[in-house]
């Protein structure tokens, strides 16, 4: 005897649907939690001397879902580091474009010299590393990456 379906195609388009959402609601609780905490991390734990705010500044993170920003972060400004907050705002929303497919975590220090720095200091590289383990175990544990 063959199986029949009772339950519309509909209900379980509906369901389906609902559970990809609230998975993808999880997943970006999870991303704004590790962004936050790189962010922490980077402004406290940068080997530099940042003499206006400006570079601390301009550390921030953005979620992006399908291209569109989901959560972008406050970039608090340090000292009186407000060219670094304006920066850190403009080099998210300019690469924000280049990211049009899933959910992905994008953090930033948006002062031009920021690179430059970072081949002898540590500017974003501590909290990147960390980032990249954390993401691992929180994404592991939750069913998101298999073992």
Known sequence: MPAKRITPKSQIDKH???EIK????KLIRVLNYIGMTCISEARNSGDYIDRTGNLRSSIGYAILNNGKIEKISSFQ???KGTKGKEKGNEIIKNISSDFNYGIILIVVAGMNYAAYLETKRNVLSSSELYAKQQAQIILTRLGF???
């Open 16 to 18: 389906l649907e609902s």
């Open 22 to 25: 609230k998975r993808e609601q």
């Open 77 to 79: 400004t340090i000292k």
């Open 145 to 147: 990456i298999k073992k």
